[in-house]
DNA sequence: CACCCTCGAGTTCA
DNA sequence: CTCGAGGGTG
């Protein structure tokens, strides 16, 4: 790069660095992300060392900006230095070669707030933050509220002065309790815990600090340092004196076993009980330390591994709106595309309208997306100094965009919009029909996939079922036989219907009519309907049809005929015709009822055509129905057309399994207990765990509660459900143990093998 | 009436 | 996974 522009380059790149800065540390406010900030200071750096003649009052060569002014200012014994970042394994290889390598000593890096505490005589008489570095703000009244600080230290080699730092930060439980309360009072909710823990630091009336759970590590000594050796005495020597340290370091011959540690702590990233933004890997003999010193900024003896950001900021481009199942109108936010957490995202949900209205959210917005829960992104709220006034307004559209009707409120007091066309849009139609196919609805991936072919065939002659001409062949060539075999099998367990084929049934193009308009013709579909239907393409995100797309013919094949697919559809509604009561219960798709209360509503009434002669009032009378089901159950069958669709799947001869009560659980090992799976297990997938908890006759329990018996954690287990189980006292096991407690008992051994 | 617990509904990406 | 709201209980 030439000097001219490089020399523009810096200034430009020294402007931003220093406003950023300034909101950052001044004003807890957090423009860029930090992934955003290294980059620019990485850049500056980099030119800074290309042309060292421009790098004169460089906020690069400094540490953070000068402190605010609502505090004294308070000056460091010592330099509180910041560290150098690497951001992949060559980075952090390389400096490993630059300090000697090993041993190392590595500890999570907690995203929190620098302080420093001075011990005067074991007594703590200063708390600052590090400010710039060299002067900090005082914060002695609010530290002394945390309560895992001590205000003397313990032990007897007491210095006469020593400096203390380490990170202030909270707990993420506190920290969701606390915005949670804040909410509640009608206050503005922080945008995470390090901002929170910055912000509760930093209130001038320490009483506020005192009712927030703040929490401290510390991780070195500054002025005085006990007679020691390595960095992991440091550790002992600082919990000798009473002060909190981490348990979670750990030391390693060589960079490969760090890295290793980097690894591993990024799996576990999400079940640690504060945020960490990465790895700090110290050089763990002080000599060696002392010999490579410092930077004007930071340490050489020590790097901060930063993993891939989880908040990042990116651009509201749109808002649009999805109808669901029951037509409830949901709206998501189209992002322009962010690696955020291992993924690149491109959508976001937004839950409802309130939710974009609380968030101050306009179309164009600069916004800070992060992933909830390590799945869901999510945004938290848009980064108001960063408009540039062609920001827009959004508001909810007036009508549905599947179907047009005017969406409206089921009641008058609802946030939801739905599109009242119940029965009759397209979109919802689609929704409904994957939900249908899914698993708290007929679940037609599994029928009848353990079916013999002649099990097949026997079906056939007693439903008028057509199959696949190709696989009906009869032939003596073993050769053939075996490969016509190994084809009908897989016929048997393919077949189901997805997103793509619920499409292909529902949308139709122009001038034709598509083959399910209404749910009621579900079980009245036929091969020649299905070798009619022609369907436009349709956009994956809008759910539309494209204007001028290729429409396509989904059940014929190249030479014209009907494809295997077609058949195989034909053969699993055939078999839903006769499931199980409550599953086509809760494929009618009636608002407030799916899984569960369909089978509470199918023990009460027992046969399916009891629907039409049904007081959904009487149903109250049950454990679990109340007044809303009632009334939903009631309006479905006489204003949505329910009362239609349940007489036209009785024409077409549906007969499901009558079921007026619920098979008992099985008596085994874990009966009258009720188990709470957590995390990711290695034998079991969610649906089989809770499958083997049922078989062996206990209760799974979806949420964390004082009922649960035992909880069975897995990997990455959620560190909400996790703190929330301890404060309960429930008792918390690993896999093995609850593959051991299944098997406990002899008579139950013997099903259970099957489930392995 | 004020809790606590459970269920329904909607959602993202690989 | 999360939110909100239904339903039951003390």
């Given at each position: 790069m030439p000097v001219s522009s490089a020399k523009t380059r810096i200034e430009e790149l020294q402007e931003l660095i220093a406003r950023y800065r300034d909101l950052y540390y001044?004003?807890?406010?957090?423009?860029?992300s930090d992934a955003e900030y290294d980059a620019l200071e990485r850049e500056l750096r980099q030119l800074e060392q290309e042309h060292p003649e421009l790098a004169e009052n460089s906020p690069a060569q400094g540490v953070g900006s000068a402190a605010g002014d609502v505090f004294d200012p308070v000056r460091h014994l010592e330099r509180m230095l910041s560290l150098d970042n690497a951001f992949d394994k060559d980075e952090f290889l390389a400096w490993s070669e630059r300090v000697g390598g090993g041993p190392f000593l590595c500890e999570p890096k907690i995203d929190g707030l620098a302080v420093s505490l001075t011990y005067q005589n074991g007594t703590l008489v200063k708390a600052a933050t590090r400010g710039d570095g060299e002067v900090g703000e005082d914060v002695t009244q609010n530290v002394l509220t945390i309560k895992s600080i001590p205000h003397t230290l313990q032990g007897?080699?007491?210095?006469e002065l020593v400096e203390v730092r380490g990170e202030v930060f909270f707990e993420l439980a506190d920290f969701a309790e606390l915005n949670a309360g804040i909410v509640a009072a009608g206050g503005k909710p922080f945008a995470n815990p390090r901002n929170s823990a910055s912000g509760s630091l930093r209130q001038k009336d320490s009483a506020v600090s005192a009712s927030r759970p703040l929490k401290m590590l510390v991780h070195g000594f500054g002025v005085w340092q006990p007679e020691i050796k390595t960095q992991s005495e440091v550790y002992k020597a600082l919990k000798a004196l009473g002060l909190p340290t981490t348990e979670r370091y750990e030391v390693f011959a060589d960079a490969e076993g760090a890295y290793g540690f980097i690894e591993k702590l990024q799996s576990e990233r999400h079940s640690i009980e504060h945020e960490i933004d990465g790895v700090v890997i110290k050089v763990d003999d002080l000599t060696r330390q002392r010999e490579l010193g410092t930077t004007s900024r930071a340490p050489r003896w020590a790097i901060a591994y930063k993993y891939p950001p989880e908040q990042v900021n990116t651009k509201l481009l749109d808002i649009l709106v999805t109808i669901g199942r029951t037509g409830r109108a949901t709206p998501f936010a189209r992002v322009s595309e962010v690696l955020v957490a291992g993924s690149r995202v491109k959508f976001a949900t937004l839950h409802n309208s309130q939710q974009i209205k609380d968030k101050g959210l306009l179309v164009g917005d600069t916004v800070v997306l992060r992933k909830a829960g390590d799945v869901i992104p999510e945004i938290l709220g848009p980064v108001v100094d960063l408009r540039d006034g062609t920001e827009i307004e959004w508001s909810f559209p007036k009508n549905c965009p599947q179907c047009g009707s005017t969406l409206s409120r089921?009641?008058?007091?609802?946030i939801d919009l739905i599109c009242p066309n119940q029965k009759g849009c397209p979109g919802q139609l689609e929704r409904h029909l994957t939900y249908l196919a899914g698993r708290d609805g007929?679940?037609?991936?599994?029928?009848?996939?353990?079916?013999s072919w002649t099990e097949v065939l026997e079906l056939a002659a007693l439903e008028h079922l057509s199959l696949p001409p190709e696989l009906l062949e009869q032939t003596d060539d073993p050769k053939k036989l075996v490969e016509l075999d190994a084809r009908r099998k897989s016929f048997v367990k393919s077949g189901y219907l997805g997103e793509e084929t619920a499409s292909a049934l529902v949308r139709a193009v122009h001038g034709t009519s598509p083959?399910?308009?209404?749910?009621?013709s579900l079980f009245s579909l036929d091969l020649e309907v299905l070798r009619g239907v022609e369907t436009p393409s349709v956009d994956k995100v809008t759910r539309l049809p494209v204007i001028d797309g290729k429409s396509t013919k989904?059940?014929?094949?190249v030479d014209g005929e009907l494809s295997t697919s077609a058949y195989g559809l034909l053969f699993k509604l055939t078999l839903a015709k006769r499931a199980e009561l409550w599953r086509a219960l809760s494929s009618l798709g009636i608002h407030l009822v799916g899984a569960e209360v369909s089978k509470l509503v199918a023990s009460e009434i027992g046969e399916f055509d009891k629907l039409l002669s049904l007081d959904p009032e009487s149903l109250t009378k049950a454990n679990g129905i109340g007044d809303a089901v009632a009334q939903s159950i009631r309006h479905f069958l006489q204003f949505d057309g329910g009362e239609d669709i349940v007489r036209r799947w009785l024409e077409a001869g549906v007969q499901f399994k009558n079921q007026r009560d619920l098979p008992q659980n099985a008596i085994g090992p874990l009966s009258g207990l009720q188990v709470l799976v957590t995390g990711t297990l290695r034998n079991f997938d969610r649906d089989s765990a809770k499958e083997a908890i049922k078989l062996a006759g206990g209760l799974v329990s979806s949420g964390v509660s004082k009922n649960v018996t035992f909880a069975v954690v897995g990997e990455s287990a959620g560190i909400k459900k996790l703190t929330k189980m301890s404060e309960l006292g429930i008792e918390m096991i690993d896999e093995d143990e609850f593959i051991r407690r299944l098997r406990k008992d002899e008579t139950w051994e013997a099903m259970g093998d099957s489930l392995f």
């Open positions: 001044n004003q807890d406010q957090t423009l860029i007897e080699d007491i210095p089921r009641n008058p007091k609802d007929f679940n037609l991936a599994s029928l009848g996939s353990d079916m083959a399910l308009s209404h749910i009621g989904p059940f014929v094949n």
